[in-house]
């Protein structure tokens, strides 16, 4: 049913963790699931992801494209960050099954959301970044 790519990144998930002090912290939450993905970027004054971790209360779908998604973001600007879809992810990771697609569709929130947020605390615009919906925090009380 999963690919062998996403039974690696959910056995060994890579940048699981926090930074602290980072530029960026972006948390979002399935409703209906009740997963939560939390992601980290550090970026640099060049706008470039230096770093990028993650914590992923949820499925091992979730956790296997936050895994992916972390890994597709480092190095990248954060105008390409934003191409990082969650259709990218997913391809990255060879497919997944169509009842996980939603899973994946957090890892695209997630990124969006850190990105937001670094956007918000240095005053920038970030071409075709939109405010995210919902506000997760209350999943977190
Ligand atoms: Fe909710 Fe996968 S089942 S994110």
């Known amino acids: 049913m999963y690919s062998e790519k996403v ?3 959910f ?5 699981v963790g926090e930074i602290q002090n980072a530029s960026g912290v972006g948390t979002v939450g399935n409703a209906k699931c009740g997963d939560i993905m939390r992601m980290y970027f550090q970026i640099d004054e060049n706008k470039i992801i230096q ?8 499925c091992g779908a979730a956790i296997a494209t936050s895994s992916m998604a972390t890994e597709l973001v ?27 697609v939603h899973c994946s569709l957090l ?4 990124i969006h959301a ?12 970030i071409e075709g970044l939109q405010k995210p919906v919902e506000d997760i925090e209350e999943l977190h009380r």
């Open 7 to 9: 039974m690696d990144h």
């Open 11 to 15: 056995e060994n998930p890579r940048n």
């Open 114 to 125: 850190a990105l937001w947020d670094y956007a918000q605390k240095e005053n920038l615009h």
């Open 107 to 110: 890892a695209e929130e997630a």
């Open 74 to 100: 480092k190095g990248k600007s954060v105008e390409e960050a934003l191409q990082v879809t969650n259709r990218a992810v997913m391809e990255a990771l060879d497919g997944l099954p169509p009842v996980k």
């Open 51 to 58: 770093d990028a971790k993650f914590k992923t209360f949820g």
